[in-house]
């Protein structure tokens, strides 16, 4: 799996490496200074996963992930010497699935790759339709729609999801929606709960609600209301 990392300190480059190494020793690093650099990376290799410092010369690391999931399906994760509220509202609104701040806490890093340990043992098929759903969750999704962008038959494509993730693609996708849903619904206290519903693909409010209670045992509101105050 071809992983990026963008930061234009050196040092970190080789700290975030090994450490990554040590959990994912076959994944395969391609590492950049600045942003143009990363641009030309990707535009060569298969990127799955992007570590992106927001502090790069040149176009910053916001502003490369905003292009970045325009134009291609990858997950990216911010790292910031901030730990600044209003960087984690821009990186979730533009399609960031994480961030981590420095210095890098080895514990809080395997934490957010802990989602990436199956990958290893997914095929290649599994692996692209799993980018395209965390790409695209917030879109009307169909299993057909993803079988014809992995260029495999539905049927086939549906079993081997279910044989290799271990629940069916509808499941995945609502579970993926939800947890990207309890973190807009925290990250951006602002939003009604109907514009979080309809931001992470659910076309009715009632039944986000109603598997959303399922999930956690609260209504979107008390979720939200537990977590600010907490």
């Not at 399906?73 to 960087?87: L, P, W």
């Not at 169909?142 to 049927?155: G, R």
């Not at 309809?198 to 939200?224: A, L, W």
């Amino acid at each position: 799996m071809n992983i990026l990392l963008v930061d234009d300190e050196p040092l970190e480059l080789e700290q975030l490496e090994y450490l990554i190494l040590k959990k994912f020793p076959t994944w395969k690093f391609f590492k950049a200074q600045d942003a143009s650099k990363a641009l030309q990376i990707v535009k060569q290799h298969d990127i799955f996963l992007a570590f992106l410092d927001i502090q790069i010369p040149g176009k910053s690391g916001l502003e490369l992930a905003k292009e970045l999931t325009r134009s291609y399906s990858m997950d990216i994760i911010m790292v910031t010497a901030f730990q600044n509220f209003s960087y984690a509202q821009t990186s979730i609104r533009i399609g960031v699935v994480d961030y981590i701040t420095k210095p890098i806490i080895e514990d809080e890093l395997m934490a957010v790759l802990s989602k990436y340990e199956r990958l290893g043992r997914y095929s290649e098929q599994i692996v692209n339709a799993l980018k395209i759903i965390h790409q695209e969750y917030s879109d009307k999704l169909s299993l057909n729609y993803l079988a014809s962008k992995i260029h495999i038959n539905p049927a086939y494509f549906s079993r081997k999801f279910q044989e290799e993730v271990g629940i069916g693609f509808s499941e995945y996708l609502n579970e993926y929606r939800l947890k990207q849903a309890q973190k807009m619904l925290i990250e951006f206290p602002d939003l009604s709960i109907s514009t979080v519903s309809e931001r992470c693909g659910f076309n009715s409010q009632h039944y986000f609600s109603q598997i959303f209670r399922k999930m956690t045992g609260q209504s979107p509101r008390d979720y939200r209301l537990r977590e600010t105050f907490h």
